[in-house]
């Protein structure tokens, strides 16, 4: 108790002189702004002889699940919680960049002590741990404070361990690079987008390695948090981080780095990167106690050498008919057999795009009217197998209409829309009503609506955009508001009757 009286004393002490030290050594003409380590001793060995072996245990550990990580790496996700509890998950990632030629480590997390608005970077000087000090990348981090919610504000970096507990590692694993710690606050989704960009902006000119500090839930039973986890876990291996933004949205507490982790698989998204879950694991796990627990997962994002940027509307691979006919008899005789209770049959697809992973919708039309319509707008699951799953949803799972009973099949038309990649937009003027289908986002609120929509009731842009609007459960003209984000794409749009 004396210890813990004693070390509250210190912290306290030492964040008081970092408010000071803080905002003076902000100060035009100041080169040498050091940021002494404060968890040595709680949250990792204090002894830097301790401190050595231990952090080379935990990754001879991890060697075996680290030599099976993709090359080209650009980016680690790892967790932040004293390293009894999460170090053996944390290593997995670290060992699996071991021996990278790195410039510069730009080191992002979450404040878990101050409230504040945008992003606090520390932007000159060294940070210290027991196995010495590591240099602020002064150059990249005046990159990131040309943004104007990024800002030079050290105090915000005292009693916070979400960044300092991964500098051991990084000294063991990359001697001699750079670091650039930048501190998410309160930010916007634009905001998070402007942080990519000039992520992938730096990237162009520098070795730079992308290291995110997040825990998963907090102190939820094991199996529960199991399975609130096992959704991030998705989320992130998918790179879908508007659903990720969407659950902030909702006051979902997924991960209390989940800000940093949105701009980072944002930034991934970007250079055409894809994430690799290397581990999960939660302090029930590694410190035994199951009763609240703290989830930690593990996580690469890499390129292939020779790799382009992710497809682009113009891009995407073209259905010839013979695989429309495939997709649409697919559809209709998981209707025949889900109506009648009988199994839904395996389909095995002989055409390579049939297997490609795409998002889609099927719609339904009886007598020409709307019957049912739903889809999938994440590319995470073979096409085949989304046509197959979402004609049953449209036919059961619309809400909007009573379930399709199987005396109605011979009277209904089926439509089948395979999307490309979504863009956001910039400007209203890149909207093609009956070429771009559309998806708005503000706040919790979304909407989607297909590109053959305003054709068959005959709407112009603004009409289209208002729809939107309303299908997202938002009011007039919110596609116009700064925090609405609205996203286009194309898509090949076909029914049975074409083929009859």
Not at 475 to 490: C, E, L, N, Q
Request: contains cysteine; proline residues 5%; negative net charge.
């Amino acid at each position: 108790m004396g210890f813990e009286l004693r070390r509250t004393r210190m912290v306290l002490w030492v964040s008081m002189i970092g408010l000071v030290l803080g905002g003076i050594f902000c100060l035009p003409g100041y080169t040498q702004l050091v940021k002494p380590h404060e968890f040595a001793g709680t949250f990792y060995p204090q002894n830097k002889n301790d401190l050595t072996r231990y952090i080379q245990s935990v990754l001879t550990e991890a060697a075996d699940v680290a030599s099976k990580v993709p090359e080209h790496i650009f980016g680690i996700i790892v967790p932040h919680a004293g390293y009894v509890y999460s170090a053996p998950v944390a290593a997995v990632s670290y060992n699996a960049i071991k021996g990278m030629d790195i410039d510069t480590v730009i080191l992002l997390g979450a404040s878990h002590r101050y409230p504040y608005r945008g992003i606090a970077v520390w932007p000159q000087g060294r940070f210290t741990t027991p196995l010495g000090s590591l240099d602020v990348d002064e150059k990249v981090a005046e990159e990131f404070m040309e943004l104007k919610f990024v800002e030079p504000q050290t105090r915000y970096f005292y009693d916070e361990h979400s960044l300092e507990v991964q500098l051991p590692f990084l000294q063991t694993i990359l001697p001699g690079a750079k670091i650039v710690p930048l501190l998410f606050g309160e930010v916007t989704y634009d905001q998070l987008e402007m942080c990519a960009r000039t992520l992938a902006e730096v990237a162009r000119t520098k070795k730079i390695l992308v290291v995110v500090s997040t825990d998963l839930s907090h102190y939820h039973e094991y199996k529960e948090a199991c399975s609130i986890d096992a959704r991030t876990v998705d989320y992130v291996s998918h790179q879908d981080f508007f659903n990720l933004w969407t659950s902030v949205q909702l006051g979902e507490q997924r991960a209390c780095g989940i800000k940093p982790l949105i701009a980072f698989l944002m930034y991934t998204d970007r250079i055409g990167g894809e994430v690799n879950i290397l581990k999960y694991a939660n302090s029930g796990d590694t410190a035994g106690d199951k009763t609240k627990v703290v989830g930690y997962m593990s996580a690469v994002a890499f390129k292939e050498e020779n790799a382009n940027k992710k497809e682009t509307l113009m891009d995407h691979p073209t259905l010839t008919d013979s695989d429309k006919k495939v997709l649409l008899h697919i559809a209709r005789l998981t209707l025949e057999n889900y109506l009648r209770d009988q199994p839904v049959p395996e389909f095995e697809q002989g055409s390579p795009i049939l297997y490609e992973k795409r998002g889609a919708f099927v719609t339904l039309k009886e007598h020409g009217q709307l019957r049912g319509c739903i889809g999938r707008i994440v590319a995470d699951t073979p096409l085949y197998k989304v046509i197959s799953d979402f004609a049953i949803n449209a036919a059961v799972h619309d809400m909007r209409f009573k379930p399709v009973e199987y005396k109605e099949l011979k009277d209904i038309e089926i439509e089948i829309s395979v999307l490309t990649p979504f863009e956001r937009v910039q400007s209203l003027d890149e909207i093609e009503v009956g070429t771009h289908g559309l998806m708005i986002q503000k706040g919790p609120y979304s909407g989607l609506l297909l590109p053959q929509v305003p054709l068959e009731y005959h709407w112009d842009r603004d009409t289209f955009l208002e729809h939107l609007c309303y299908k997202a459960g938002l009011p007039s003209g919110a596609y116009k508001d700064k925090d609405a984000v609205i996203y286009r794409f194309s898509a090949s749009v076909f029914s049975e009757k074409e083929f009859k």
